[in-house]
């Protein structure tokens, strides 16, 4: 839309340009073809080619000129094409010079409106090819970078699920054939025991190879933070009195960082029913453009029981792979456990950067034809 608007007013402004320099019925007799030149969309050699005819014929046709030259420059991509449009460049003031125009004033025509246009419109197409070619390569990085991450937590998963299975099912396994055999040879009054010992070592046993197969497994089962709710009225029901606070919009997280988010969650909630029970926790989320702000707060007496502390390393190591942060302290008799992770928001900084340029190239250009073309009709004159 925003282009045929450009064509025209482009038109229009070729008109009024031949009214004043020639009769009202030629410059209406130019203006159809001014308009197929401008809105054409194919052949942009031709449209070119055709247009420095116009503009020789017409004596004028500025406007023209510049709009198809900056629309040729963006075209331009082979050597073929840039050796037919230089050549063609270098033979319109030629042409112009041997019907009569002034060698001076043909010679600087060409290079306002033609070879200017031409040089911002190959400039622009030029940084557009750059800018699409970067966004293509980082994609490709970003998918390598995730195939590798995924590569490394698969292989990570298949060694700890093979340690499991060497030793940590080794010994269930005789555990379990041990009590069997006690179960028969045990007496009476002693066998309920040993049976109870029997039947939970086989549930051990059949539990650790259910977590051997979920880590030889490549998808993640985690919950996301949708189900951080039915988490929280569990807490609830178990006497925990926990506040949810939300500010802002809710925003789309990857499915690493809503995982990571869920955890963050379910650890602030286990540690504060384990090391201040009883206590009230607030679990706020603040939605910012580019990220959650995740924190939970709830009072403690005391320092942490010793040996803790595993479990925040191990959602620091969720919450960092997710391109967040995590941090936790305790002051003035309060903890807090918070984390910042990045939303998924889709950002085309270098598009927005192309337009800005694109702007600025416009304004610049206009202004250098606004300064050189009165000098041009002096230059033609003297």
Same mark, same amino acid.
């Given at each position: 839309?925003?282009?045929?608007?450009?064509?025209?007013?482009?038109?229009?402004?070729?008109?009024?340009?031949?009214?004043?320099?020639?009769?009202?019925?030629?410059?209406?007799?130019?203006?159809?073809?001014?308009?197929?030149?401008?809105?054409?969309?194919?052949?942009?050699?031709?449209?070119?080619?055709?247009?420095?005819?116009?503009?020789?014929?017409?004596?004028?046709?500025?406007?023209?000129?510049?709009?198809?030259?900056?629309?040729?420059?963006?075209?331009?991509?082979?050597?073929?094409?840039?050796?037919?449009?230089?050549?063609?460049?270098?033979?319109?003031?030629?042409?112009?010079?041997?019907?009569?125009?002034?060698?001076?004033?043909?010679?600087?025509?060409?290079?306002?409106?033609?070879?200017?246009?031409?040089?911002?419109?190959?400039?622009?197409?030029?940084?557009?090819?750059?800018?699409?070619?970067?966004?293509?390569?980082?994609?490709?990085?970003?998918?390598?970078?995730?195939?590798?991450?995924?590569?490394?937590?698969?292989?990570?998963?298949?060694?700890?699920?093979?340690?499991?299975? @060497?030793?940590?099912?080794?010994?269930?396994?005789?555990?379990?054939?041990?009590?069997?055999?006690?179960?028969?040879?045990?007496?009476?009054?002693?066998?309920?025991?040993?049976?109870?010992?029997?039947?939970?070592?086989?549930?051990?046993?059949?539990?650790?190879?259910?977590?051997?197969?979920?880590?030889?497994?490549?998808?993640?089962?985690?919950?996301?933070?949708?189900?951080?709710?039915?988490?929280?009225?569990?807490?609830?029901?178990?006497?925990?009195?926990?506040?949810?606070?939300?500010?802002?919009?809710?925003?789309?997280?990857?499915?690493?960082?809503?995982?990571?988010?869920?955890?963050?969650?379910?650890?602030?909630?286990?540690?504060?029913?384990?090391?201040?029970?009883?206590?009230?926790?607030?679990?706020?989320?603040?939605?910012?453009?580019?990220?959650?702000?995740?924190?939970?707060?709830?009072?403690?007496?005391?320092?942490?029981?010793?040996?803790?502390?595993?479990?925040?390393?191990?959602?620091?190591?969720?919450?960092?792979?997710?391109?967040?942060?995590? @941090?936790?302290?305790?002051?003035?008799?309060?903890?807090?456990?918070?984390?910042?992770?990045?939303?998924?928001?889709?950002?085309?900084?270098?598009?927005?950067?192309?337009?800005?340029?694109?702007?600025?190239?416009?304004?610049?250009?206009?202004?250098?034809?606004?300064?050189?073309?009165?000098?041009?009709?002096?230059?033609?004159?003297?």
């Amino acid at each position: 839309m925003g282009r045929h608007l450009a064509a025209a007013l482009v038109v229009l402004a070729d008109t009024l340009l031949l009214t004043a320099t020639h009769d009202v019925p030629t410059a209406l007799g130019y203006a159809p073809v001014a308009a197929l030149l401008a809105f054409a969309t194919r052949a942009p050699l031709g449209v070119f080619a055709a247009t420095l005819a116009l503009a020789v014929v017409s004596g004028g046709s500025y406007p023209l000129l510049v709009w198809v030259a900056h629309r040729t420059g963006l075209a331009t991509v082979s050597r073929r094409d840039t050796v037919v449009v230089a050549g063609a460049v270098a033979a319109w003031p030629a042409v112009a010079i041997a019907l009569g125009t002034a060698p001076r004033q043909a010679v600087v025509a060409a290079v306002v409106f033609v070879v200017l246009p031409l040089l911002v419109g190959r400039y622009l197409a030029q940084h557009r090819r750059l800018v699409a070619a970067l966004e293509s390569h980082n994609r490709q990085l970003r998918r390598e970078r995730e195939l590798l991450a995924e590569r490394g937590r698969l292989r990570e998963r298949l060694r700890i699920a093979r340690d499991m299975h @060497d030793s940590l099912g080794r010994r269930l396994s005789l555990v379990s054939v041990r009590a069997a055999a006690l179960e028969v040879t045990t007496p009476p009054e002693r066998r309920a025991d040993v049976e109870a010992l029997g039947t939970a070592t086989r549930a051990a046993v059949a539990e650790l190879y259910e977590l051997i197969g979920s880590l030889r497994g490549t998808a993640d089962d985690t919950p996301g933070l949708a189900a951080a709710e039915p988490l929280v009225a569990e807490f609830r029901a178990a006497g925990v009195p926990v506040t949810v606070e939300t500010r802002g919009d809710r925003r789309a997280l990857a499915p690493a960082t809503d995982a990571a988010a869920y955890r963050v969650v379910e650890e602030g909630l286990t540690n504060a029913a384990k090391h201040a029970p009883g206590s009230p926790v607030t679990v706020r989320l603040d939605w910012e453009a580019d990220a959650l702000v995740l924190s939970l707060t709830n009072p403690v007496s005391g320092p942490a029981a010793p040996g803790a502390g595993f479990g925040l390393l191990g959602l620091r190591e969720r919450v960092e792979p997710a391109g967040g942060f995590l @941090d936790h302290r305790a002051d003035d008799g309060t903890f807090r456990l918070v984390a910042m992770l990045p939303t998924s928001v889709d950002l085309e900084p270098e598009p927005a950067v192309g337009r800005v340029r694109a702007t600025a190239l416009g304004v610049a250009t206009g202004a250098l034809l606004f300064l050189l073309l009165p000098a041009s009709l002096l230059t033609g004159v003297a």
